[in-house]
C-alpha cells in the first residue's frame, strides 16, 4: 500500500482562491489612495454658484431672465 503524503497548503488551489478578493481589494484601495491623493480637485470650475439645489455656472445677473 502507497501511502501519499498531502501537498502542502501553498500548493492547492482554493487558498489562493480564497485570498484573491481580498488581495484585490487592498490592490484596488491603494491605487484608490494613490489617484485621489496625487489628482487635484478640479471638479467644479470657479465661476459657478450654487442656489439651493441648483448650480449656475459662468453666468452673470444680466444673463439671467428677469
Known amino acids: 500500500m502507497g501511502t501519499t503524503t498531502p501537498r502542502p497548503w501553498y500548493r492547492q488551489l482554493w487558498p489562493w482562491l480564497l485570498m484573491l478578493p481580498p488581495a484585490a481589494s487592498v490592490v484596488g484601495g491603494a491605487v484608490t489612495y494613490y489617484l485621489a491623493v496625487t489628482r487635484p480637485e478640479t471638479l467644479v470650475s470657479q465661476d459657478c454658484v450654487q442656489e439651493g439645489v441648483t ?12
Not at 459662468?58 to 431672465?65: C, F, I, Q, V
Request: aromatic share 0%.
Open 55 to 66: 448650480m449656475r455656472c459662468g453666468e452673470t445677473d444680466s444673463d439671467r431672465a428677469p
